[in-house]
């Protein structure tokens, strides 16, 4: 992986657009739940990052933010939520995310979180 220069909230930005954009497009709904609480030049920041980055790149950096930041259960459970959440923004929560979110899980090595 090339080196991370993301802060964990960076990170957990970029995590957030990468499950918006499970379905290839990020919905108006799925924005306004990722940038609420994001000062709007790091949301830009991390966008540029992210839509320079291909999966492969993207998966690494979710990888790390996971090992460096989700060391608790509590933390991923937080985290994990905040993901169903941004794939029902939409209120579509399409088989595809159904399928990203159990893979991220296992990814993750993310044990009972909420289906």
């Given at each position: ?51 320079q980055d291909n ?24 985290f994990m939520n ?34």
């Open positions: 992986m090339k080196q991370c220069h993301l802060n964990q909230e960076e990170l957990e930005i970029y995590s957030l657009l990468y499950a918006a954009n499970t379905d290839m497009k990020i919905t108006k709904e799925e924005l306004e739940l990722i940038t609420a609480e994001v000062e709007p030049d790091t949301f830009d920041r991390v966008k540029r990052v992210f839509s999966d492969a790149e993207r998966l690494d950096k979710i990888v790390y933010f996971r090992e460096n930041y989700l060391k608790t259960k509590e933390q991923q459970d937080a905040s993901m169903k959440n941004i794939f029902a923004a939409d209120k579509q929560y399409m088989l595809m995310e159904k399928v990203v979110y159990s893979m991220l899980k296992k990814i993750l090595d993310i044990k009972n979180a909420a289906e």
